[in-house]
């Protein structure tokens, strides 16, 4: 019940392209759901998040298409550069209605080793 | 606003030791979770600590353990250290524990 699923694991794309990766979830309750971006490093950085009230989010080059019926989420990189390569994670929470076993806990995906090719 | 900070970056130590690892998170920032990172487990939460109080506790032994201070700060302690203890350990910081959530950079734990 409270696991995401990431796909793929590993992911090459030429610069300038569109890198797309998946995930989905089984808990009903989440309502909360960011990607983060990791550097070889560093600590995991918040890209964007949405929630699932909205099918589709952008901030720049980067989108979150959701799917509520289906429990998918997908995060969309357009224009590809090399500076993006780097692990990316998807994420889950519950906000609205938290408590005791939802309170701080993000629920991540496997990750998605991200190479974009010059 | 200063980001979060944790030291120390990098620790050594031998099975059957304890460590302790430090979080000082964002100016306003009240909550705090806890996260170990392994290549083969991913990213696993541990607990959160909101106004020096354990709110949540993810599944791990009681070997892990952690107490916030009046300024938020927060510690976390791993006694009777094992070698798949090896891990990053995260912490990050929300205001409240159910908003935004940001990362610091990790102490990275080698046990030998």
């Known amino acids: 019940q409270q696991q995401v699923k990431q796909s793929p694991q590993s992911l090459i794309v030429q610069k300038g392209g569109i890198s797309i990766i998946n995930c989905a979830y089984e808990n009903t309750a989440f309502d909360y759901f960011p990607w983060y971006q990791q550097f070889p490093g560093k600590g995991p950085a918040l890209l964007i998040a949405i929630r699932p009230d909205v099918s589709e989010k952008k901030e720049g080059r980067f989108t979150i298409s959701f799917n509520k019926s289906a429990k998918q989420f997908s995060l969309h990189i357009m224009d590809s550069q090399p500076g993006d390569s780097a692990t990316y994670f998807c994420a889950a929470s519950i906000r609205a209605n938290a408590g005791g076993t939802s309170y701080g806990k993000l629920t991540f995906g496997q990750g998605t080793i991200l190479t974009v090719h010059p | 606003k200063a980001g979060v900070t944790q030291t120390p970056r990098y620790l050594i130590k031998t099975r059957g030791q304890q460590v302790t690892l430090s979080c000082s998170p964002i100016?306003?920032?009240?909550?705090v979770s806890w996260y170990q990172q392994t290549p083969g487990q991913g990213l696993q939460f541990l607990f959160e600590?909101?106004?020096?109080?354990?709110?949540n506790k993810g599944n791990f032994p009681g070997r892990f353990s952690g107490r916030q201070f009046s300024n938020s700060r927060s510690e976390m302690n791993v006694s009777t250290l094992e070698l798949g203890d090896s891990a990053l350990y995260l912490c990050?910081?929300?205001?409240?524990?159910?908003?935004?959530?940001?990362f610091g950079p990790g102490t990275r734990l080698t046990v030998t």
């Open positions: 100016s306003g920032h009240r909550s």
């Open positions: 600590y909101f106004s020096e109080t354990q709110r």
């Open positions: 990050a910081s929300s205001f409240s524990g159910v908003h935004e959530q940001y």
